[in-house]
């Protein structure tokens, strides 16, 4: 028990001037676009997005294939597979850093980063490393752990999505639902019900400058043209 203590009382005291030299952050960056293409054929069931157009901004990192808990030095580390990881140096080694802090001190609070190197043949990371005073706590990870890619949206001001889904059709007509999402698309800020007139294939139908080329409506499903975005 004085051995665990000990070890404990030590990573307390220690204060961060071990250092993280970032070699690669996590990616941050906005992204405008429509989906599908201007001029481009595409089908969506019902209850399918038929057209959007977004900006947006997309965080792009690197994860554990695999959630690691276990403790560092008497320190309680929880990485899981949704916790953003940065290319760094930690200790003279080629690492990867959480970017939140994910190592707690005794009172349960998240004070460390957390890296992992030791990269094998495979890209795997097999140790675990946290950072103390003028030391490195580290240990050998029970198995190797893959990496890959993360990636998600974010929210921010003057993120939007606007986009059109499609209801179905019953007759000769067909049902498409409009609606505009701002900040964190949770959801939508403006929606509109919309009807158009099928009496005959192709016919082209638009909504706020938006224009398609209804192709087909085989069984539950719509076939069509963009011709222009919004």
């Known amino acids: 028990m004085r051995h665990i203590i000990s070890s404990a009382a030590v990573f307390l005291s220690l204060s961060a001037c071990t250092t993280i030299q970032v070699s690669e952050s996590v990616n941050i960056e906005p ?3 429509v989906e ?3 001029g481009e054929i595409s089908s969506t069931p019902v209850g399918g997005v038929m057209f959007s157009q977004f900006k947006l901004w997309k965080k792009t990192g690197v994860k554990l294939n695999e959630r690691f808990i276990g403790s560092v030095g008497g320190a309680p580390v929880d990485v899981g597979t949704s916790d953003y990881l940065f290319k760094a140096v930690a200790d003279s080694k080629d ?3 959480t970017e939140k802090l ?3 001190n005794l009172f349960g609070v998240s004070i460390k980063n957390t890296c ?3 990269f094998n043949a495979r890209g795997e990371v097999t140790k675990v490393m946290v ?3 003028a030391v490195w706590w580290s240990k ?3 198995n190797p752990i893959g990496l890959s890619k993360l990636e998600e949206n974010i929210p921010r001001p003057g993120a939007f999505r606007n986009e059109l889904v499609f209801l179905g059709s019953a007759g000769k007509v067909i049902r498409i639902l409009y609606r505009e999402y701002t900040g964190d698309f949770i959801r939508p800020a403006f929606s509109q019900d919309v009807s158009y007139d099928a009496a005959s294939l192709p016919v082209e139908i638009s909504f706020r400058g938006a224009k398609f ?3 087909e409506l085989p069984g539950s499903s719509i076939k069509y043209r963009v011709l222009s975005s919004f």
């Open 116 to 118: 992992f190197s030791g």
């Open 213 to 215: 080329q209804v192709i």
């Open 140 to 142: 050998d990870l029970p």
């Open 95 to 97: 690492a990867y850093c």
């Open 31 to 33: 992204v405008a676009g």
């Open 102 to 104: 994910t190592a707690k």
């Open 131 to 133: 950072p103390a005073d």
């Open 36 to 38: 599908p293409a201007v």
